[in-house]
């Protein structure tokens, strides 16, 4: 079930004492409109009730979708020293086996992990395909600090008899977000390149983004 608690929070604007909504846990399943909420940035948006301003509470949380077998731990900001062990899963979440836990820092890549889940994609494989993308099929995306994301799949069709598959990432120059996509096939290539190399083991509640792809690409 989901877990909310309630915070006093002084508002940056009139200083004044509001009450705030803090998710500690969210079960989309139980409670769907809270990744809407999530989606939206409401979530995490405190609204005060003096002055009408609104802030950004950066909260971490824990998201359970239950009909998808995945759990996330959730946080903004990814410690300096972050060393991309595996996270301690705490005590009392008796889960199956077979669900999937992960780590992740930043919003917007917490947004992504979701979508990549949801599909049912492997997300080892999603950023071993972005990373390449980036660095060899369009070197000027990681040359010029962008990061690329997943953005959706799309079925078959003549031109692509496997579906096709959708990435995104902000050009700041252009100020304008651009859109790639390739066959799907493409993406199953790179989760079987995935399987067949040990550096792409990804076991119990990893974070795996784009600079645990960066590290594991530099091994031998």
């Known amino acids: 079930m989901s877990q909310l608690r309630k915070e006093n929070i002084e508002c940056p604007h ?7 909504d803090l998710w500690t846990s969210v079960n989309v399943d139980l409670d769907p409109e809270l990744r809407e909420k999530i989606f939206s940035d409401e979530l995490f948006m405190y609204h005060c009730p003096h002055c009408g301003k609104v802030t950004g509470i950066p909260a971490g949380t824990l998201y359970h979708d239950m009909t998808h077998g995945f759990m996330i731990f959730f ?15 705490p005590e009392g979440i008796g889960l199956q086996k077979e669900y999937l836990f992960r780590a992740v820092f930043g919003l917007q890549r917490f947004k992504e ?6 599909h049912g994609l492997n997300d080892v494989a999603i950023e071993h395909q972005k990373y390449m993308i980036s660095h060899v099929i369009m070197p000027e995306i990681a040359e010029k600090g962008y ?8 079925e078959p069709n003549e031109e692509f008899p ?38 792409m083991k990804a076991e119990g509640c990893m974070c795996v983004d784009a600079e645990w792809m960066a590290k594991q690409m530099k091994e031998e």
């Open 75 to 89: 946080d903004f900001f990814k410690p300096d020293d972050y060393d991309y062990a595996p996270t301690e899963i």
């Open 14 to 20: 009139c200083h004044q004492e509001g009450e705030f």
């Open 162 to 199: 496997y579906g096709t598959i959708y990435f995104f990432y902000d050009d700041e120059e252009k100020e304008q977000t651009m859109q790639i996509h390739f066959a799907m096939d493409n993406y199953y290539e790179h989760k079987l390149a995935c399987e067949l190399d040990p550096r």
């Open 113 to 118: 992990k979701i979508v990549i889940l949801e």
């Open 147 to 154: 990061e690329l994301f997943f953005a959706k799949t799309e």
